[in-house]
């Protein structure tokens, strides 16, 4: 079981990127999955949220809401966060990650299994 990231990169502030997420050994399909950003000398946070396949439920941190979006594709191995009008302060190494848990938290704590992570950099 493993989770590769992807597509992060510098992008000017008012830019967008896309991450993507592929799983290995498993699919999505019942998993609740999480994008976490973690700052230097910050803890890891939790961004965006996509709940099973069976209820597809969205849920999105205050800072992000409106210029993110997570998604899965069809066949439940790639999850994506698209991210729009990204501004200096989401710059930060970004995750994701996967429970078993059938409620959609946001503790990073309840999270089993991550991915090694991909630098997004937003320059002003």
């Known amino acids: 079981v493993q989770l590769v990231e992807s597509g992060g990169g510098l992008v000017q502030a008012g830019g967008s990127l896309r991450l993507f997420c592929a799983a290995s050994?498993?699919?999505?399909?019942?998993?609740?999955i999480g994008w976490f950003l973690q700052s230097p000398g910050k803890d890891r946070e939790c961004v965006a949220l996509?709940?099973?396949?069976?209820?597809?439920?969205?849920w999105y941190a205050d800072s992000v809401k409106g210029r993110f979006t997570i998604s899965r594709d069809n066949d439940k191995i790639v999850v994506y966060l698209q991210m729009n009008n990204l501004k200096p302060e989401d710059t930060a190494v970004y995750y994701c990650?996967?429970?078993?848990?059938?409620?959609?938290?946001?503790?990073?704590?309840?999270?089993?299994?991550w991915g090694q992570g991909t630098q997004v950099t937003v320059s002003s």
């Open positions: 050994g498993f699919t999505f399909e019942h998993y609740c």
């Open positions: 990650a996967v429970t078993t848990y059938t409620i959609m938290v946001i503790t990073p704590d309840f999270y089993e299994t």
């Open positions: 996509l709940s099973s396949s069976t209820e597809g439920k969205e």
